[in-house]
Structure formats: C-alpha cells, structure tokens
C-alpha cells in the first residue's frame, strides 16, 4: 500500500500539477450526462472521469468536483453550505452580468423553463472584447461557497456580485450549470447513488494501473467489491474528503476499514420496511429471535458525545440540530456526567414532545410548533424527551456489528435514563400474536404510532447504516388498512380552490423522488384532509414558490392551475396504489404510473427535503406487495 500511495504520488499527471482543471472540463462531463439517458453510460463517462482527475494528482479537485456533481459544498452535517437561491435574485444577477433587461429575461425563463439556458443565451449574445482566464473548478466551488455562506443585510449585493465576476468568464455550457448550481437542481441525471458507484470504480482502475496488475483489467468481482466497500464506508462516514483521502492511504477496497463511525460525523441512519399485519410480521420472523418496540412519534435523533465533551444531535437527514435543541443538549450533558466510564458515545433516539405535569408522551403535532431556529433554552415551551432505542458506538468502539440483544444490554448497562427526560424505548420480546396485538394497543394508548419489531439476534440483527432493511419492521397501527405506511410526497403543483376555499389552493398535485434521474414523477392529486386553517397556511407558504412553467425535472401529464418549486413535503395516506394513465410514479418500471387512491392529507413534513420524499422504488415496492397485484 506504501508502494501504491508512492506511485500515486510520482506518477506522471495528465494534466500537469501546477494546473488547476477547469470549470469548463466538468461542464462538458454534466452536459455528456444530461444527454445521457442510459445509467451505465453515464456510469462510465463519470468514472473515466474521476479516473482522468486521479492520474493528474489532483485530489482536492476530485472532493470539489463529486460535491459539485451532487450539488453540495460539503458534507450534510456542516451548516449553511446550501445552495438553491431564488429566481428573483438569479434573474437581477443575470441581468447586471450580461446587460439585458430583467423584463426580458423573465420573459425568456417563461418560455424555457430554465434559468440555466437562460444565462447562457445570454451570455452567447454578449460581445466579448477580451478573453478573461477560464474558470477553474475550485474558484467556482470557493465562490459557491461563499455565496452559500453569506448572510446578513449586505449579502444579496455580494452573492450578485459573486455571481456576475463568474458569469462574466463563463463560455460555452458553462453558464448553464452555474446557474442551475446556484437554484439547486442541475438536473444531470446522476444521483449521489451513481457518484459512489463511478468514484469505487475510477479507484479500482486507477490502482489497477498503478500496481500494473493485469493492465488495467478490473475483474467485475473486484468492481463489486470496491463498490460494497465504497458504499459501507460512506455510510458510516458520509464525508468525500475523508473517503477520498482514505482510499488514496489504503486502496478502495480497504476503506470500510478505515472509515469507521466517528462521535461528530452521523452515520446515515436504518430505516425500516412497512406491514400490514402481525401475521406478516410473524411469517417474516418465523423461527428467529425478534423484538417489539414501541414506535415513538417525534424526531429522530442521533446523539453523539466526543471526546472533549462536546454533545452534538443530528436529524434523520444528517442535519445539526444542536441549536435547535439547547435543553436536550444539557440532558446529553447531564447524561455523560453521570455515567462515569463513558468518554465517547452514539445513539439512535426518537426526540418526542413531553407533557411533564402528566409525565405523558404529546402528539407529534406538539412537537413541531417547537421554533426551529434561534431557539434560546429560557423560552422553549414544549418539553422533550428522548427514547433511546439503540446504542451505535461506546468508548470509541463501534457496536454496529454486534446483535441487537447485545448492543440494547450495553445500552442499559452503561447509560442511566432521567425520568421524563432521557429513557429507554419500551420493548417486549413477543412471539405470538395475542401479546403482539396486546403491546401494539398499549403503544397506542400511550401516543405512540405502533411497532418497531427487530430482528434480535445473529447476524441479520446487525445495525445496517443507511439500508431501509427487512430486519427491521414498522408496524403502524392507523395504516394497517391501507398500504401499510404513510408516503411523503413533494407538492409540485396546486389547484384553485372553489366554493368554500376560494382565495386558497383547494388541491395539490404530489410527486415522489426519482433517485436515479433525479426527477419528480407525479403520483396524485389530493384534497382531503386539511382544514380550512391549513389551506389559509398553505396558500400562504406556498404562493411565494409559484413557477410560471414546470420544472424540467418534472415527470406528468396532470394539469395543475399553477406549478410550485419542489420545497415541501405532504405526508399522506392512501387506500391503495393503482396504475394510472395519468399519473407518473415509476413509469420506467411499468410502463404506466403508478398513483394513490383517495389520498388524504395527515401533515407537512418539515424533517424531510423533497429529495427525501418517498422515492419512485418504495412506491412500485408498495404496489406490488399488494395481493390483488
Ligand atoms: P422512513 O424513515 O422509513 O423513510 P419516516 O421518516 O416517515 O419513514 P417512519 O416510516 O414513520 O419514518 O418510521 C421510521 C422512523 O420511526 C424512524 O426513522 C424513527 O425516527 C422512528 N422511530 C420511533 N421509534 C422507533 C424505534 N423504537 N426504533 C426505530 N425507529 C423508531
């Protein structure tokens, strides 16, 4: 491995060291890709890429260059490195950079749809009297940054100011994907899934070449290994310098050695499969050792305590929520001062809303009228607690592989709950379904969703960062009905409302997440279950997103009054799934959509992105469990 690490470093680049890649060599790669439509094609053209990027030496390129492809500046724990800046500030930055008027660039945007070929028609028609020095790939990702960065009274001035010093070098296709850089969705078609899959293989190439093992020929075995261990380690380390320096130290296939939990960096958390009965659930166990929990109705929460002492809580989607929650942060702390023998620790909870007169478990809707921001701990009027319901690392040493049974006693064995304020997850470990029906009403009765029921012991009861696994079960008891969980879909259109909802949207139009394409495919229209109180809110959160066309990356046929930017989330619940001629979910799969029957609204999700709705895979999953299918 030192040999290797040498090579790598003496290696003759192609492109020379001193040189920094430019901007243009990835917007060409974007453009190839955004003309691509078959997966292993733009496999390839990444993975060459990379490659390219590894024999010239330039690793800090290669962290910039895959944070640019998936449309980040860094990791998701790290605060304000998002992007995804209004049209309004888009079209005055385009204007003062290329000297045409806003009025007509709007009106260009209206008939394309996209603000990325709109900054570059304009461009093309702007004469140049001199040629500035291209753009190189790291001024672009240091002055997204910046402009990520900014806030405060004067920062519009600077991010237009930012913007037009860019534009203004901008040749070719370049412009384009600035722009649509700078909104937020570069529509590429390459999700982050495929970037990991390109990087294992670029490295696998690049180490073949340099250990001159059979010139450059990869085996498919050692394609699938590299791929497995790219995608363990970054489950557990979700941060491309760390990968990308780690696999230049150790080689690809070692990674999942090398990166390995960390107190500070989250983990990308297990999710679970949905059922629909305790039958099912028992047929799924049969003849193995498995756990019920109660399934708590909050947040989810990973706590970490470092070394120092410094306590960290992050959500289901990597975000630092420590600011967020300043009480629980004293909990942590209070925790840790207890528990002498524990230096460093990590834990998967559920953050629920807590009525501390009753000692009782509050509706989730409780919870989210707590402030997401700026929260001081003297003024927070809804009480938290925290169910522990797994324990990930101890004293510096990951517990991921050890069986749930394992794992849940080094958890009550070294952590000491506070009553109202840090406890353990109700279990029981049930086999039949008279006390499994029995828990599942006690958990209803005290406020909670249903079941989480677990495998519980051996090897399948491992802890599985990042995989929605079938050793995990939820078992809801208000879906048991329908499908067997709620979806959560990102709202892209609206519909007028009529008779008692004039003045408002009376309806949506909901799409799920492609996560191949990076597309929304629309799966329903929806206007039951809000309250005229929601509608008012909901009108009012939602105008200020009206787009005058549909995004490009919009997949439909349905005709809404007015399109929407993808900014909110519905969770929402259907009868079942049928196929549609109209609606859009997994089209590629069928053939034909796939929409919600009688979808009907039960809240937003604020926890969620819309690139983390229910994905176009969940929803054909749910449709063909269903035994009529
Ligand atoms: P998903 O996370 O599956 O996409 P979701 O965010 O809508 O969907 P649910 O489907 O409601 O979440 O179920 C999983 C979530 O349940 C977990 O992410 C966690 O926040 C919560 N949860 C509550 N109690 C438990 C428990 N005992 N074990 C694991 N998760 C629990």
């Known amino acids: 491995l030192l040999e290797l690490e040498s090579r ?39 993975s060459e890429f990379f490659l390219q990027i590894l024999q010239s030496n330039h690793k800090r390129t290669l962290v910039e260059v ?11 724990y790290e605060l304000d490195l998002e992007l995804g800046l209004g049209e309004t500030l888009l079209v005055k930055a385009i204007a003062e950079g290329t000297g045409r008027t806003p009025q007509k660039i709007r009106s260009e945007l209206h008939k394309l749809g996209d603000i990325g ?27 997204l940054t910046k402009i990520a960065k900014s806030s405060g009274n004067a920062s519009q001035a600077r991010k237009i100011g930012l913007i037009n010093q860019m534009l203004t070098t901008c040749e070719g296709t370049e412009a384009k994907f600035l722009m649509r850089s700078l909104e937020g969705k570069l529509r590429i078609n390459f999700g982050e899934k495929s970037v990991l899959v390109a990087l294992s293989k ?9 250990s001159d093992k059979n010139k450059g020929h990869v085996s498919p075995q050692e394609l699938v290994d590299a791929e497995e261990a790219t995608k363990k380690a970054f489950s557990q380390i979700p941060n491309y310098e760390i990968i990308v320096g780690e696999a230049l130290k150790y080689g690809i296939s070692n990674l999942a050695t090398h990166c390995t939990l960390k107190p500070g960096i989250p983990l990308k958390p297990m999710l679970a499969k949905p059922t629909k009965s305790i039958t099912e659930v028992l047929d799924h166990f049969h003849g193995q050792e498995f756990t019920c929990e109660y399934k708590y109705d909050g947040e989810r929460a990973q706590l970490h305590v470092q070394q120092d002492g410094t306590v960290k809580i992050y959500s289901r989607n990597s975000e630092d929520m420590s600011q967020r929650y300043p009480d629980l942060i004293d909990v942590v702390s209070q925790i840790k001062s207890q528990c002498s023998g524990v230096s460093t620790l990590i834990l998967d909870c559920e953050c ?35 169910f522990a319901f797994d324990i990930l690392l101890l004293n510096g040493e990951s517990l991921l592989e050890l069986p749930l049974k394992e794992r849940r006693k080094i958890l009550h064995e070294n952590v000491r709950p506070i009553e109202g304020k840090f406890q353990f997850a109700e279990a029981m470990d049930a086999d039949n379904v008279a006390e499994i029906q029995h828990f599942l009403d006690q958990s209803v009765k005290d406020s909670c969703e249903g079941l989480m ?9 491992h802890y599985e960062p990042s995989k929605r696994s079938v050793n995990w079960l939820k078992l809801k008891k208000d879906y048991l009905e329908g499908v067997g969980d709620s979806l959560d879909l990102a709202v892209v259109g609206g519909y007028i409302g009529k008779g008692k909802r004039t003045g408002w949207y009376g309806g949506f139009l909901l799409a799920c997440y492609n996560e191949d394409s990076g597309e929304y495919e629309t799966c329903c229209k929806i206007g039951t279950g809000f309250s005229e109180e929601m509608l ?23 005709s809404p009054d007015v399109w929407f930017e993808p900014t909110l989330v519905f969770e929402v619940l259907t009868a079942d799934l049928s196929l549609s001629p109209v609606y859009k979910a997994g089209i590629n799969f069928f053939g034909k959509g796939v929409s919600l029957r009688f979808p009907r609204f039960i809240r937003i999700r604020n ?23």
């Open 536 to 558: 008012q809110t909901l009108s009012a959160t939602l105008k200020p997103t009206v787009i005058k066309q549909p995004k490009p990356f919009y997949v439909y046929d349905a």
């Open 453 to 461: 029921v677990k495998m519980l012991d051996g090897d399948k009861s």
């Open 202 to 210: 670029a490295f696998c190439e690049y180490e073949h070449e340099l």
């Open 8 to 46: 790598y470093h003496s290696d003759t680049p192609v492109l020379p060291q001193s040189q920094e890649i430019f901007y243009s060599s990835l917007t060409n790669i974007f453009e190839r890709l955004e003309q691509e439509p078959a997966r292993l094609k733009n496999l390839a053209i990444a």
């Open 607 to 629: 926890d969620k992105s819309p690139e983390q709705a229910t994905s176009s895979d969940q929803i054909v999953e749910l449709y063909q469990k269903q035994a009529h299918v």
């Open 352 to 386: 629920v809303a807590w009525d501390s007169e009753k000692g009782k478990i509050l509706p989730f809707q409780v919870l989210s009228t707590r402030k997401r921001k700026d929260v001081n701990a003297e003024d927070i009027k809804v009480q938290v607690c925290l």
């Open 66 to 76: 895959i944070y640019l492809m998936i449309n980040r500046l860094g990791p998701d």
């Open 117 to 143: 070929l709109v900054a570059q028609n304009s461009r093309s028609r702007q004469p140049t009297m001199f040629k500035s020095k291209p753009l190189t790939i790291h001024t672009v990702f240091e002055n």
